[in-house]
Structures are given as structure tokens and as C-alpha cells.
């Protein structure tokens, strides 16, 4: 009988599956760092200016977003010069009326006046696109607008 | 003595720790929210509306031109050196109506701050960068006359319960849900300096 014994004892042991839960948990984290939540996927470079002038967007008051900058390297068929964005497409300077006022339809009615546009502009854009869509915005009636800007010494943009 | 082997390490509160981080991240995390500089835009002027006329006096004309050059009041000028300038110009008081104002009296510029009006101008080459840097000063000479007006009232009896607050602060304490004072009072106070010192930036193109 001994000798079957002594056989068994030659057998591979379990592998240890104590530490999956770590290794779950630690990509768990990765992501959780790494996540950036965005409402658009961009195909236009968005690098923002800095400024320390600034105040926070309010959440409770609607927002609509364009952005504005040159097409990033996916896109360069699209041309090197800015230009807008709108929800996930690239758009003409005439389809913002139309925009606004799509969006202003899946608004509840007392918050329509509240509509803030915040403009995403890359800093390398220049500001004719910028002064285009401020036209188009007026055009529309959509006054309250938020140059969206990053956190950091104006000085820094003219460099 | 040869069948000796490692001994098991207990791995029972390793989900113990895992949980821990979990929970520290939960209470850190803090998702992004956008910020920048916002504007009123003026609303499109009916064709047969006559031109409201101002006095050259109460303008203080700034133009960035296409090659990011910035002109206040027909002089090159330093970015560094505009916010001073547009304060000096806001503040100046020429008709001694306004009390708070610390300016030089001077009669060849403003009035007093509710008519003066800074009139930012562009070329479409202007960048974009340069344009928000040169706003960003602009509204830095408007927050710094506020935060000063601010830091007066807040001296005074009335407004007792707001001293050494300023005006970035107060709007910043409206905004805050876990603020304790007094919130329709701060309302009103911010309100009064606004009505004060109200922000007359135009934007022309």
C-alpha cells in the first residue's frame, strides 16, 4: 500500500488563484486613472488656451458644445486649415443655426433661455472661425457663450 | 524532513485591500469640469435702429492684430501692461459722480465706470491664444476693481457678515451648495457691485 502513496505525493500541487482578484483589481484601477469622460469623439485638434480668469460651466444650465480647431492626423484629407465640429462630425459655419436649434428642441422649455454654447477652440486657430461662429451664434440668438479655457497663466498662450 | 514544503501564504485580505483603494479612489475621483471665461454676446441690431452715441472719451479702444500685436488706444502696448491700463481707464471717475473710485479725475477719460465701455477689436489672423490671453486680462481689470469694491462693502456694517470676502470669492461661495451664510444676501450684495462696476466689454469684429 505504501508504495501507491508515495506516488500521489509526485503529483503537480493547485495552482494558487489567490492573487486573481488583485490583478482584476489593479486593471480595474488602470482604467478608473486612465478614463476621461467625453461626450464627442474628436477628429480635430483641441488643444485649449489657458487662462486664470475663469469660472466654472455651470452643469444645471444646459450646455451645447462646438468645437473648432484643424483636423487631427486621422482626418488631414479634411485640409491643415480649422475647422468646426459639431456633435461627432465635421460641419460648415451656416449648419450652426440648424445646431442650436436642434438642440434647443430636446430642451426642456423654461431652460431654453439658459442655453450656454461653450466654444472649444484649438489655440493655434485663428480668429476669423472664431468671429464666423460668434455671428452665427447671434444669428441664432444664442448670446450666453463660454470660451472654454484650461487653468494656467494667460502668458503662457503667447509663447 | 523531505516532504517539507513552502508554507501558504494567507491571501484572505488581499480582497480586503483591494476594496480599500477601491473606496479610496471612489471618494478622490473627481471628474473634470470645463471652465473658461464667459460672455454675453450682443443680440443683432434691427437695421433701422439708430447708433446709440458715445464719447470717444469713455471708449478705451484695444486691437490685437493679425500678427498678435496688441494696440490700446492707438500705442503698441505689453500684454503685462494692459490689465493696469484698462484699470486706471475704469477706474478714473472724470465726473466725480462715482464715490469708490480711486482713479486720477482726469476729464480726457472715463466718466465714471457704469459708462465706460472697453471695445475689443480682432482680425481674423489674430490667434486664437492671443485673443483669449488679451480677455483674460480684460475681465483680470474688471475682477480686480470688483474684489476691491467687494473688500470695501464687506467693512461696512451692512454687509458685516461678508468681510474680507471678495467678489471672486462671494461668487464662488453662491455657487457652492455647502456654503452656510446667507445666501440671498450675497445675492444681493454681489448684485450691487455688478450694478456698480458692470462688466461693458463689446466685441467687435
Known amino acids: ?159 | 524532513m523531505a516532504k517539507r514544503s513552502a508554507p501558504e501564504v494567507n491571501a484572505g485580505s488581499m480582497a480586503d485591500i483591494a476594496f480599500l483603494l477601491l473606496i479610496f479612489f471612489l471618494v478622490t475621483t473627481t471628474i473634470e469640469k470645463d471652465s473658461g471665461i464667459n460672455r454675453k454676446l450682443p443680440p443683432i441690431q434691427p437695421p433701422d435702429q439708430e447708433p446709440v452715441i458715445l464719447k470717444q472719451k469713455n471708449i478705451f479702444t484695444v486691437l490685437l492684430n493679425g500678427k498678435d500685436q496688441l494696440l490700446v488706444e492707438d500705442e503698441l502696448m505689453e500684454l503685462k501692461d494692459l490689465r493696469k491700463a484698462a484699470i486706471e481707464f475704469l477706474d478714473n471717475g472724470g465726473d466725480g459722480s462715482c464715490t469708490f473710485c480711486k482713479g486720477k479725475k482726469n476729464i480726457h477719460s472715463s466718466d465714471n465706470p457704469d459708462k465706460a465701455i472697453i471695445s475689443l477689436k480682432n482680425e481674423r489672423e489674430t490667434s486664437y491664444a492671443a485673443y483669449i490671453s488679451v480677455q483674460n486680462e480684460l475681465v483680470g481689470a474688471y475682477n480686480d476693481l470688483r474684489n476691491r469694491r467687494a473688500l470695501e462693502l464687506g467693512s461696512t456694517a451692512k454687509w458685516s457678515q461678508f468681510r474680507d470676502m471678495n467678489f471672486v470669492e462671494m461668487q464662488d461661495n453662491h455657487k457652492d451648495v455647502r456654503f452656510t451664510g446667507n445666501k440671498t444676501k450675497l445675492k444681493e450684495l454681489i448684485d450691487q457691485i455688478k450694478i456698480e462696476i458692470p462688466l461693458k466689454l463689446s466685441e467687435v469684429q
Open chain 1, 1 to 159: 500500500m505504501s508504495k501507491f502513496k508515495k506516488k500521489k505525493s509526485g503529483e503537480l500541487p493547485a495552482v494558487n488563484t489567490a492573487s486573481l482578484p488583485d490583478i482584476v483589481f489593479m486593471l480595474l484601477f488602470f482604467f478608473m486613472v486612465a478614463t476621461v469622460m467625453r461626450e464627442n469623439t474628436l477628429k480635430i485638434e483641441n488643444r485649449l488656451p489657458v487662462a486664470n480668469q475663469i469660472e466654472k460651466l455651470d452643469k444645471k444650465n444646459p450646455i451645447s458644445y462646438i468645437y473648432a480647431g484643424k483636423p487631427s492626423k486621422n482626418y488631414e484629407m479634411f485640409g491643415t486649415e480649422a475647422r468646426i465640429q459639431l456633435n461627432d462630425n465635421f460641419a460648415e459655419v451656416s449648419d450652426i443655426v440648424a445646431f442650436i436649434n436642434s438642440e434647443r428642441v430636446a430642451l426642456r422649455e423654461e431652460l431654453i433661455p439658459f442655453l450656454t454654447v461653450a466654444l472649444k477652440v484649438d489655440k493655434d486657430a485663428n480668429m476669423g472661425i472664431v468671429g464666423d461662429i460668434k455671428q452665427e451664434l447671434r444669428k441664432a440668438n444664442a448670446l450666453k457663450i463660454n470660451y472654454t479655457t484650461g487653468k494656467g497663466d494667460a502668458a503662457q498662450n503667447m509663447q
